[in-house]
């Protein structure tokens, strides 16, 4: 029988420093990475960021999901990754997507940088659904789905 799938959404704060060309370049590196290892452990997802925050949407099996997690947590490029959820779904929204990326010039992104506005915004205070539909939103939008 085939794994049930799982779905985690998390927020961190970025600790990439620089400009806008440096976090873009840090970012295309680990997407990378991210597309060579999910597509090998069968998550597909979407990630969405700008100078603050990352927030991220990973799909596949719940051991998958905890392995690739365990690493990312580690990253030093961001920290306080905050889990907003992680449950049980029927089918993926990332269907293509070894790792969707939010393009900086979409009204998505705009909508993320409004939510993320605010000196003492906690990563913990996103609302794990609302992030799932922005990244969906964007997906069906740039029609990548
Ligand atoms: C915001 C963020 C998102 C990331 N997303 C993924 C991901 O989806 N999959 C992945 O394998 N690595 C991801 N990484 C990179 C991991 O932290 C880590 O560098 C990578 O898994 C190491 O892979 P390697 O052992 O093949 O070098 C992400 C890193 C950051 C900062």
């Known amino acids: ?3 049930s799938l799982y779905r985690l959404l998390y927020v961190s704060r ?3 420093g620089g ?3 440096d976090l873009r370049r840090e970012v295309d590196s680990i997407l990378e990475v ?3 290892n999910n597509a090998a452990a069968g998550i597909t997802g979407a990630l ?4 603050r925050f990352f927030a ?4 596949g099996s719940q051991q998958a999901i905890e392995r690739i997690f365990e690493n990312i947590q580690c990253d030093l490029r961001h920290g306080s990754a905050t889990i907003l959820s992680f449950e049980p779904i029927e089918e993926r929204a990332f269907l293509n997507w070894h790792m969707a990326c939010v393009d900086q010039e979409s009204a998505v992104l705009r909508a993320f940088n409004e939510l993320t506005e605010g000196p003492e915004l906690d990563p913990a205070n996103f609302d794990g659904a609302e992030i799932f539909e922005m990244l969906q939103t964007y997906l ?3 029609h990548a789905a």
Do not use: K
């Not at 969405?48 to 100078?51: T, V």
């Open 48 to 51: 969405m960021f700008n100078a």
């Open 34 to 36: 991210a597309r060579r």
């Open 1 to 3: 029988m085939q794994d």
């Open 19 to 21: 400009d806008a060309t």
């Open 140 to 142: 069906r939008e740039s």
């Open 56 to 59: 991220q949407a990973l799909e």
């Open 14 to 16: 970025s600790s990439i």
